[in-house]
């Protein structure tokens, strides 16, 4: 797949709503014309202050993330140009002083779930996906990965849900919704909603083709 431009495919969703299922089958499907960018990678960088301090952060607030650098480098991508992009440990909840560079591919995945909420970005993708999957699910996904993944407690999980992610879900992520040109229920097991969007990926691809 050669394109003239980056197709520019935004997947948005609640935690643990399935976002990166949906984006890796993307892949899969495209294999290395495929650049998957998570939103989690441009959390701020956090070094100021001890883990304590960097644990009262409210990580699904939109300021906990430094989105316009996000914007940057999508642009500098649609540019056919490198980027250096930023690298996040869970573990210590700071941004890594390592980066690693990207170059651009014929579909750019940008996947988190406030990506709809910044207007600057929603306006460079050319599909907008949201993954929507039932509450009570995407907490048992949630605290799975943090303690699988990010080395939490299930009560550190149950309370930074409670006290930040559905609230922030409900102020910010729900609302978004409404810019999605596609909304996925189930997520990567809804395999005839997942063959559509590989289809429409393959049609916007073909139109982009020189």
Request: charged share 30%.
């Amino acid at each position: 797949m050669k394109t003239q431009r980056p197709l520019i495919i935004g997947i948005a969703g609640g935690t643990g709503s399935g976002k990166t299922t949906v984006a890796k089958k993307i892949k899969d499907h495209f294999g290395q014309d495929v650049l998957y960018i998570p939103h989690d990678n441009y959390y701020k960088d956090q070094s100021e202050l001890s883990l304590k301090e960097r644990a009262k952060t409210n990580y699904d607030h939109p300021t906990a993330l430094d989105t316009d650098l996000l914007v940057q480098h999508v642009e500098t991508l649609i540019l056919g140009k490198s980027i250096q992009m930023p690298l996040y440990d869970f573990a210590t909840s700071n941004r890594m002083k390592e980066t690693t560079m990207v170059f651009p591919k014929p579909v750019i995945i940008v996947e988190g779930i406030l990506i709809f909420e910044h207007e600057k970005l929603r306006e460079l993708m050319d599909i907008k996906i949201y993954v929507d999957t039932d509450a009570d699910i995407r907490l048992g996904r949630r605290i799975k990965r943090d303690i699988q993944e990010r080395g939490r407690t299930i009560e550190y999980s149950l309370n930074q849900y409670l006290s930040q992610s559905r609230p922030m879900h409900l102020a910010f992520g729900e609302p978004s919704k409404k810019y999605a040109d596609i909304i996925l229920p189930e997520g990567g097991e809804n395999k005839v909603g997942l063959q559509m969007i590989i289809h429409s990926i393959e049609n916007r691809g073909r139109k982009n083709t020189k």
